[in-house]
């Protein structure tokens, strides 16, 4: 509604009025709508159940469950696996640098073939 006679008719406030009132009629409709759907919704899907027209809907939860078990299971044996061959390369480090320090201090050790069965062991 303008001051001015020209900006609107009295047809066209009306009309825009009742297009306003309908709307807000409508929004009203369907907010009530929504509201007994959600009142009502757990009432009606127990019956439905009861009925065997519905079956309940599986739980997601266990599935997850399952899923990071087996992830932390496969995570762990890959660890310890890696721990493993590491310790085992560094102990073959520590038996090969001992033994090449024992045998370059101490001339003594004279049978050869047991030299080479150490350090063919050591290189597995």
Same mark, same amino acid.
């Given at each position: 509604?303008?001051?001015?006679?020209?900006?609107? %008719? @009295?047809? =066209?406030?009306?009309?825009?009025?009742?297009?306003? +009132? #309908?709307?807000?009629f409508k929004n009203a409709g369907v907010?009530?709508?929504?509201?007994?759907?959600? #009142?009502?919704? @757990?009432?009606?899907? +127990?019956?439905?159940?009861?009925?065997?027209?519905? =079956?309940?809907?599986?739980?997601?939860? @266990?599935?997850?469950? *399952? !899923?990071?078990g087996a992830g932390v299971a496969v +995570?762990?044996? #890959? *660890?310890?696996?890696?721990?493993? =061959?590491? %310790? /085992?390369?560094?102990g073959e480090s520590l038996l090969a $640098? /001992?033994?090449? $320090?024992? %045998? /370059?201090?101490? @001339?003594?050790?004279? $049978?050869? #073939?047991?030299?080479?069965?150490?350090?063919?062991? !050591?290189?597995?």
């Amino acid at each position: 509604m303008g001051f001015s006679r020209n900006s609107t %008719t @009295p047809a =066209k406030e009306v009309k825009d009025n009742l297009t306003q +009132g #309908a709307v807000c009629f409508k929004n009203a409709g369907v907010a009530a709508a929504r509201g007994t759907r959600d #009142a009502a919704a @757990p009432k009606v899907n +127990g019956m439905l159940m009861k009925a065997g027209l519905r =079956k309940p809907q599986p739980r997601r939860w @266990p599935l997850v469950a *399952a !899923v990071i078990g087996a992830g932390v299971a496969v +995570g762990g044996a #890959a *660890a310890y696996m890696w721990y493993r =061959k590491r %310790t /085992e390369s560094i102990g073959e480090s520590l038996l090969a $640098d /001992e033994l090449l $320090d024992d %045998t /370059e201090r101490n @001339p003594r050790i004279t $049978d050869e #073939a047991i030299n080479e069965e150490l350090i063919e062991h !050591v290189h597995r």
